[in-house]
């Protein structure tokens, strides 16, 4: 889901590093100490999950595992995605550092959009494996609306190309859905506060 450089319009890119610092700067002030591990080790997950990829067009299918980490981290998701798809620029070349705000708006603004629809339901044992399913699934749904729209908005041209990003998503998001279900599922259980909840 990295957008390559020399793609996205100048106005794009702006608004798209402008949202950046915005919630980066949201974020960093979310984490503390107690946090910090945690936002670094998602970080480094997302780093090496997203490294394997099949390139699409413009953009790339890889596992995002963004609404795990809003989820957990909240808005702290943002600092840590930024420095994860800032190494991947730098050491791998994936996305490019012009494009990198608009990236980082893309994955961490669609984890915390797909997030906040089901953080509620984790309260509830009986709602919560939906609630895991529901968040990992939007999340990326979210992402790739973002993504198309982002294509769209560069350039007409590119509908068709956005069209076929979005289906080849459609697998992510149900693969990112069982995975976000049973790792909260499993969070729930034995660190449940890590998800802000206590013992049930």
Partial sequence: MHLSEGIVSM??????????VAG????????????????AMLSA???????????????????????????ILGWACIPAILVALILQAVFFQYGGLTVLGVNVVIIGGGGLLGSCCFRPLLRRPKWRKAAGFGAGFLSVACAALLLCATLVTTHQDFIGTARVVFVAHLPVMVVEGVMTMFIVSFLAKVQPEILGLTHD
């Fill in 11 to 20: 106005p794009v890119l702006l608004a798209g590093g402008a949202l950046t």
């Fill in 24 to 39: 980066t700067i949201v974020g960093l002030k979310k984490i503390d100490e107690d946090h910090l591990m945690t936002t």
């Fill in 45 to 71: 997950t997302f780093f090496v999950a997203s490294l394997v990829h099949v390139p699409i067009g413009p953009g790339s299918v890889h596992l995002l595992l963004n609404g795990l980490m809003a989820l």
